[in-house]
């Protein structure tokens, strides 16, 4: 689901932040998917590929150093 802000700026938004946008409302829709199931989701923990259950974690980001994402980027 988009945010206001998100549909406002809609025209504005490169394809990468549209791409980005998309990618993040469809992991927030498998984690809330796999959290009804209690279903493990596989995530990166310590140099390493872990099973957890989504609703033992606060929240599921990435780590910008882990991949190398430019600074210069807006609202990521």
């Known amino acids: ?3 206001p802000k998100t549909l406002m700026n809609a ?3 490169t394809l990468t ?5 998309a990618m993040r409302s469809a992991v927030r829709k498998v984690v809330e998917e796999h ?3 209690q279903r493990p989701i ?3 923990e310590e140099n390493r ?3 957890r259950i989504p609703q033992s974690m606060t ?5 910008r150093e882990t991949y190398g994402t430019a600074s210069n980027e807006k609202g990521l």
């Open 42 to 44: 596989a995530v990166w």
């Open 11 to 13: 025209k504005d938004q």
């Open 59 to 63: 929240a599921v980001r990435e780590d």
């Open 1 to 3: 689901m988009s945010s």
């Open 49 to 51: 590929v872990v099973r």
């Open 17 to 21: 932040e549209k791409a980005t946008e």
């Open 35 to 37: 959290r009804l199931h």
